[in-house]
């Protein structure tokens, strides 16, 4: 590890996660449904104030996303604000980055904080798959707007006697990428086979990242980052995650069929994440006003880095890209991390980027560097499961990752950690993490 320093403000303070907390993460359609994204969001925000010994006067901004937009309520960090128990004085903005969106939101909280703009925020992001926006088509929303300036009767019956029986059908949200039109289990099985990953490799993939947060929860490692949630009507307290397999059966995998290439695939349902339901949030300060505070920060953020590459093929590969970027802006190597964990949007996706950081060819033809980002110690990897076993509410899952890969190391013994995550349109985001000194 070289002697560069991490992130600091002009004063010299490091950028702090005091806390972070999240709801539990509920499969589509389940014991969150009807509740939206806006909801989980204040929900989570203000369990984070209540077990926060500080006044929440002292929130100068939220920065809260959202991927599945509601039209109800674009600005949902500015709504939340509105909910929940922040003074209206906060600032709050919305931010969107696909599935690595609260990392969006977590670099810039960072970087007001490194300008010295502020010294308190709360980050995270929502997001619900039950409650949909659910859309119209084209020409129905163009008869929408022609009524809507219509003067009489006969003209308004002219427009709607234009309109065929499939212009009334709903229009719900895209599941594919706009510019290509292939959804990302399509790009799965790309990744599938593009580099050669067997069916058998995702089934186990997918069977350990469930073993593995089943240990975690049965250990209690997760009890104080997961709120206990009660929903309308109130009669029930939801407190674990309900996508875990706490009875996970490698040959139970083999049984399921391809979900996305039925004749040739290999990607399953199983090796895919859930649409999932959950909001997550964190609570950041300058190095300074934590101590100013008397909050024992978590850990701390040393380097972030996004890459952006091409869509038509193998997009989920940011992480490869990302990763060697942060790692070098933190002046660490893959080997200097004590844990590592990487967004499991699929078993195929994961397994394909952990190749590519073992790749010296990839290293030389993509990343133009004559060592590869290095072998990838299982041993540290995704300890306490990933994206395929919690879940994956698309906003809130960056926050998770940050959290539990903080708690973590703490309950190890501290050390250094890298996250890193896929999202649409062939982005990636990577962010190295340390515990205090």
């Not at 939220?62 to 674009?74: E, S």
């Not at 050669?196 to 997760?222: C, K, M, P, V, Y």
């Not at 859930?274 to 505070?293: F, H, K, Y």
């Not at 919690?390 to 250094?416: C, K, S, V, W």
């Amino acid at each position: 590890m070289s002697s560069s320093r991490p992130l600091t403000t002009r004063q010299g303070e490091r950028i702090a996660i005091v806390s972070g907390l999240r709801t539990p993460f509920a499969r589509q359609g389940t014991v969150f449904r009807g509740l939206p994204a806006l909801e989980l969001g204040t929900l989570v925000v203000n369990e984070l104030l209540a077990r926060t010994p500080m006044s929440a006067k002292e929130v100068q901004q939220l920065v809260f996303g959202q991927v599945i937009q509601m039209p109800k309520a674009p600005n949902i960090a500015r709504e939340i604000v509105l909910a929940s128990g922040l003074p209206v004085s906060t600032d709050a903005y919305s931010v969107t980055r696909a599935c690595a969106t609260s990392f969006q939101a977590v670099t810039s909280l960072t970087e007001a904080m490194l300008t010295g703009r502020l010294e308190v925020g709360i980050a995270g992001g929502a997001d619900s798959a039950s409650v949909l926006p659910i859309g119209v088509s084209e020409s129905l929303a163009e008869a929408l707007l022609d009524l809507s300036k219509a003067k009489s009767l006969r003209a308004k019956l002219t427009i709607l006697r234009g309109l065929k029986l499939k212009d009334l059908a709903p229009v719900p949200p895209a599941v594919a990428e706009y510019s290509t039109g292939l959804s990302m289990g399509q790009t799965a099985e790309q990744m599938a086979k593009t580099y050669g990953i067997s069916r058998e490799e995702q089934d186990e993939f997918a069977h350990r990242s469930h073993q593995l947060a089943t240990q975690a929860w049965q250990q209690q490692w997760l009890n104080d980052e997961v709120m206990t949630a009660y929903v309308p009507p109130f009669k029930m307290a939801i407190e674990q995650d309900n996508n875990v397999r706490t009875e996970s059966r490698l040959d139970d995998y083999s049984k399921l069929k391809p979900a996305f290439d039925r004749h040739h695939g290999t990607v399953t349902a199983a090796t895919s994440t859930a649409l999932t339901d959950g909001g997550a949030a964190i609570l950041m300060m300058t190095e300074g006003r934590a101590n100013a505070l008397g909050l024992k920060p978590i850990g701390y953020i040393r380097s972030y880095a996004y890459a952006a590459i091409g869509v038509e093929k193998d997009m989920l590969l940011g992480p490869a890209y990302a990763t060697p970027k942060a790692l070098a802006q933190a002046g660490c190597t893959l080997a200097d991390m004590d844990l590592i964990d990487m967004h499991e949007a699929f078993s195929a996706q994961a397994l394909a980027n952990m190749a590519m950081f073992a790749s010296a060819d990839f290293a030389r033809e993509q990343l133009h560097q004559s060592q590869p980002i290095g072998e990838i110690d299982m041993d540290k990897f995704n300890v306490l499961g990933g994206s395929l076993a919690y879940g994956h509410p698309f906003a809130a899952t960056g926050a998770r990752m940050i959290t539990q890969t903080l708690n973590e190391l703490n309950r190890r013994g501290g050390g250094l950690a890298l996250t890193t995550a896929c999202a649409a349109g062939g982005l990636g985001v990577a962010m190295v993490l340390e515990t205090g000194l």
